[in-house]
């Protein structure tokens, strides 16, 4: 559906359309203005991928074995709720 929308004939067409909107000479300011901030957009991404893994690394490690005895436990709580019954679907008429 999308591999056909940006053909090298539909590329032209919009370079065509915004060469008689801007101009040609602001043509290179806004290539370097786009250009900026794409790569404030792709460092911002790798800090806060850096930041991620950095918290990842440093968060306490739970072994598959522990987690398990820590979901029985909780299963076996008296303290853990428990639903209510639903209510009989017999009732009196009279």
Do not use: C, N, W, Y
Request: proline share 7%; charged share 30%.
């Amino acid at each position: 559906m999308f591999g056909e929308l940006l053909t090298p004939m539909h590329m032209l067409f919009i370079l065509i359309i915004v060469l008689i909107v801007f101009g040609p000479k602001r043509l290179p300011e806004i290539g370097k203005s786009l250009g900026k901030g794409i790569k404030e957009f792709k460092k911002a991404t790798t800090d806060m991928q850096e930041k991620l893994s950095d918290e990842d690394a440093s968060a306490p490690k739970i072994d598959k074995a522990e987690a398990a005895d820590t979901a029985t436990e909780a299963k076996a709580s008296p303290e853990a709720k428990v639903a209510p019954e639903p209510k009989s679907a017999e009732t009196k008429t009279t």
